[in-house]
């Protein structure tokens, strides 16, 4: 049944990326925009011994921002848009549940945003002339975070729907994840415990230092896959109790 | 016909925006709704009607009370409840317009667990009952507001749900699609579909409905058949021609005795309800002050918009009725 729902949240999200291209492309360049901004800033200011290391980290960061920021804002944006449309009641009367759905919604997102991604890594590894390492030890890595990420996109969707007008907080969010995405364990060990700022570290770590499976401790896998079942947790909860608020309060279908 | 919903006195308040101070919207709602009946949900604006319809579909918490569906709790077993309920809560705002009919049908399938292939020929099927079958593969947003409701509806049915419940279906809609969604509404409810239907279009009600509940003020005021509530009300309605006008003194004397109204078109005609057989006497008296020659008295035939007017107006049915 969810896997039926997963397959039509996942259509509906490349259909109306299509649809309103002008959206998806404008998001692109934003990403390669930011991007090419820090790269000739490092280039021409930064000190040239570390340049190469500089790079990499940016790249990789600015991937994981971006990231942050579809999977998380996302879903207060299209909760929001959903109500003003006039069909967040529809979903929030299916027997799936709206949690559920708007779970489908965000891996869909989420999958869609990585393969964007992706392909704009390979862009801008290409305009840098700096290849990162790609190894499959990425994936059980990149798995919790985005689990983790899932939880505070949970939050967000929670607040759009009893608030639906929080598009200030989503701009002040995006500069939060900037800094949980950039800044690295090594400097703020204490971030550890936010949400999946160990899974981007770690990340980091295995596309600019080579580091595989082996070099990760059992300490390193505990933390990971607690702050993802930390923050999903919290998130999952979060958002229900928000949507009997809502349910309580008839906001719902306002907006 | 067994039970299917029952909704039993249930009370919402809304706190207001600004302030402290809460707004009642119902107070004690009550009524059951049968297996395959098609029901009138009625009031004017602000009467509860909407808050009533969520509570049923489980978008509203109510304060009090239950609804239960098919044995289901709404508020406590709400997803089993919701499998038995589909709706058409804004029409063509329930609709996504930058999909095409055909993607719009096949995502709120998905939405309920079900893939384009199980729902497919379902889809094929109900875009040629709604002769929507051209323009499946158009964006919504091009389709013209009786499609786009068409549309709405077609979606709600595809849910496969036993009740359907339609919040103002005919509200914006010219003359011809009004009449085709109407058309399409009678089709439904020949399926052995159980529908709520809540309109002010009351040639809509009178037509469809076999039984309404009327809300005024959070309250339910009137819960009969369609016939009856017709019968009751139509037993008192007179309308008298008259070959002169009335003196101020009879006008005033109508007016202050009974519910009246006076048109003055060709002849003189006096629209009259007497709440007792024996009022007509009364009436023929104070036409008899000036000698006024009466033409005719007729039983008028009562149109189901002027029973409506009357039970939100608090004018009681004689006798033993099921009006509340």
Redesign the interface.
């Known amino acids: ?2 896997y ?2 997963l ?3 996942s ?2 999200v490349i ?2 990326m299509q ?2 291209l002008p959206n998806t492309l404008s998001l692109v360049a934003t990403f390669y925009i930011i991007f090419l901004a820090m790269f000739f800033g490092i280039s021409i200011i930064g000190d040239p011994a570390t340049a190469e290391a500089n790079i990499q980290f940016v790249i990789i960061s600015n991937a994981f921002w971006f990231l942050a920021i579809m999977a998380m804002t996302s879903m207060g944006w299209e909760v929001t848009t959903e109500a003003t ?3 967040l ?9 709206l949690s559920a ?1 708007l779970l489908m919604r965000m891996v869909a997102n989420i999958a869609t945003q990585l393969v964007i991604i992706a392909a704009m890594l390979v862009l801008v590894m290409w305009t840098a002339g700096q290849w990162l390492n790609f190894d499959l030890a990425m994936v059980p890595i990149l798995l919790p975070t985005l689990i983790s990420m899932i939880g505070i996109g949970y939050v967000v969707a929670g607040l759009s729907i009893i608030f639906k007008q929080i598009q200030a907080l989503l701009q002040i969010m995006q500069f939060v994840f900037l800094g949980m995405t950039f800044v690295p364990l090594s400097v703020l060990p204490w971030l550890e415990l936010a949400p999946f700022v160990k899974g981007v570290d770690l990340t980091r770590q295995v596309m600019t230092q080579g580091l595989g499976l082996g070099g990760l401790g059992p300490l390193d896998w505990l933390s990971l896959l607690l702050n993802a079942a930390v923050y999903f947790t919290l998130g999952l909860v979060f958002f229900r109790w928000c949507e ?1 608020v809502a ?4 906001l ?2 306002q907006y | 016909m067994s039970q299917l919903i029952a909704v039993r006195d249930i009370a919402k308040s809304y706190r207001q925006r600004q302030g402290s101070q809460t707004v009642k919207a119902l107070g004690g709602v009550s009524f059951s709704v049968q297996r395959g009946e098609v029901l009138g949900l009625l009031g004017p604006n602000g009467a509860g009607k909407t808050t009533t319809i969520k509570a049923i579909c489980g978008l509203v918490m109510p304060d009090s009370g239950t609804v239960t569906i098919n044995g289901f709790d709404v508020q406590r077993q709400r997803l089993e409840a919701l499998r038995s309920i589909s709706a058409v809560l804004e029409g063509n705002r329930n609709l996504y317009w930058r999909l095409t009919a055909r993607e719009n049908l096949e995502y709120f399938a998905g939405n309920r667990g079900a893939s384009r292939r199980q729902v497919r020929a379902q889809i094929d099927e109900l875009l040629r009952q709604f002769r929507l079958a051209d323009k499946g593969n158009e964006l919504v947003n091009h389709l013209s507001r009786g499609m786009q409701q068409k549309l709405a509806i077609a979606v709600a049915l595809l849910a496969g749900s036993e009740i359907i419940l339609l919040d103002e279906p005919t509200l914006g809609l010219d003359v011809e699609s009004g009449y085709e969604v109407r058309q399409l509404l009678r089709d439904i409810q020949t399926q052995g579909r159980t529908l709520i239907i809540s309109s002010h279009d009351m040639p809509v009600v009178q037509d469809l409905c076999q039984r309404v509940v009327i809300i005024s003020g959070g309250r339910v005021v009137a819960d009969d058949q369609v016939s009856n509530l017709l019968k009751l009300f139509a037993t008192r309605a007179y309308q008298v021609t008259l070959g002169a006008p009335l003196s101020s003194a009879q006008l005033s004397r109508l007016q202050a005795r009974f519910t009246a109204s006076v048109d003055h078109p060709a002849k003189t005609v006096v629209r009259v309800n007497l709440e007792h057989g024996e009022d007509i006497y009364e009436l023929i008296e104070i036409l008899r002050l000036e000698r006024t020659p009466v033409e005719a008295i007729d039983r008028t035939t009562i149109n189901f918009e002027q029973v409506f007017l009357q039970v939100i107006n608090g004018a009681k049915p004689p006798e033993e009725t099921h009006a509340l």
């Open positions: 049944m969810l039926n729902v397959v039509a949240n259509r509906k259909i109306e649809r309103y449309r006039g069909t009641e529809q979903l929030a009367m299916s027997p799936v549940g759905i009997r349910r309580r309060q008839g719902l279908g």
